[in-house]
């Protein structure tokens, strides 16, 4: 029998993640090739670069046999939420991979669902993951910390003291909302998760700059969005010449280039290929000349894709809505299944 030499925590000397059973059976899973670097969240945690997300899979079977094929490939973060409705098919197909719980790193958010409080939703999450902490709790937006930011991010420190979350963060806020929360936190957030792609780095530029300066790290989240739902736009030119000249995937440029901007990747596939792929494109560095031509090319297409995001913000309002409708009316959130990471799975390089 083979016996556990190493964790997606620790990696083995030669990169290998030998992920070991919670049942001593040794390793489940051996993967030379998708070592996975970890950035420091605080003095005391770290977390994967790169993170699987459960934000399009709705709930059934169907997400927890995509969490089980994004572990065996060597994915060892799990990304979920309150409002993404799959926490316990998460956990679920976690525990059924047989890997220890240090060996995962679980992140779920605060969405403000049912009109639970904070301490409520933890414990929810908590039960439907069936774990007794999760590394990483997120407020999902600013607009969710009722009845304020700073009374919202207390709560959130309650919840780090009593162990209930080993670090805490944020997603989806800006500089002001940052500046608020910080003027009087005992506890800095950890992370901020926001959408980040080459078509809105202009705009979250200032985020990411005060972030580093505050030592908080950012999570990027739909950074495909340029192959998978904005093709034919300046991106494409740039992705594609340094795919082309790389031999790697369009995919693997744009998550690289995530990297070079310091940021932790939370992406997601139905397909194993893509998501080896992902992995994959821990080891790759772009050049500053690279990353300049992508910057660039994204500034180019901003005021285009401003536009179109208009018009998806009103559908997001509608949506919503919808949602809120459903769990006045039936008791419970009426499912809907967009997945819009897996939108247009034709990339634009030939």
């Not at 995509?66 to 572990?71: L, M, N």
Request: glycine share 8%; proline share 5%; aromatic share 6%.
């Amino acid at each position: 029998m083979t016996s556990c030499i190493g964790s997606s925590h620790n990696p083995t000397a030669n990169g290998a993640r030998e992920l070991c059973r919670e049942d001593g059976r040794g390793p489940t899973i051996t993967n030379i090739f998708f070592a996975v670097d970890h950035h420091a969240l605080g003095a005391r945690n770290k977390i994967p670069s790169i993170a699987f997300g459960t934000w399009t899979l709705g709930n059934g079977q169907s997400p927890i046999d995509q969490v089980e094929q994004a572990i065996s490939v060597g994915f060892s973060h799990v990304d979920t939420a309150q409002s993404y409705r799959n926490e316990e098919e998460a956990g679920k197909a976690i525990r059924e991979s047989g890997l220890a719980r240090g060996d995962i790193f679980i992140t779920t958010k605060y969405s403000g669902l049912n009109g639970l409080d904070i301490e409520t939703s933890i414990e929810n999450s908590l039960k439907n993951l069936g774990v007794s902490y999760v590394d990483l709790y997120l407020i999902h937006h600013p607009r969710l910390a009722v009845p304020d930011i700073p009374t919202a991010w207390r709560k959130f420190e309650e919840l780090k003291e009593r162990g209930l979350a080993k670090s805490i963060g944020v997603s989806n806020f800006g500089v002001p909302e940052l500046k608020t929360l910080l003027a009087s936190a005992k506890i800095k957030p950890a992370a901020n998760q926001i959408l980040l792609h080459p078509y809105v780095y202009a705009r979250q530029a200032p985020i990411l700059s005060f972030a580093a300066s505050e030592g908080i790290a950012i999570e990027a989240y739909s950074t495909l969005i340029p192959l998978t739902r904005r093709t034919g736009g300046p991106v494409d030119v740039p992705v594609c010449k340094i795919a082309k000249s790389r031999s790697i995937a369009p995919e693997q440029v744009l998550l690289a280039w995530v990297k070079a901007k310091g940021a932790i990747v939370v992406t997601t596939s139905s397909k194993k290929d893509r998501l080896e792929r992902y992995l994959d494109a821990g080891d790759l560095e772009l050049t500053e000349t690279e990353v300049s031509a992508i910057d660039a090319a994204g500034a180019a297409g901003s005021q285009e894709l401003s536009e179109v995001s208009t018009i998806q913000t009103l559908t997001a309002i509608v949506l919503v809505a919808f949602l809120l409708w459903g769990t006045l009316h039936f008791g419970h959130l009426v499912g809907i299944n967009v997945p819009l990471e897996n939108w247009g799975q034709q990339v634009p390089c030939k």
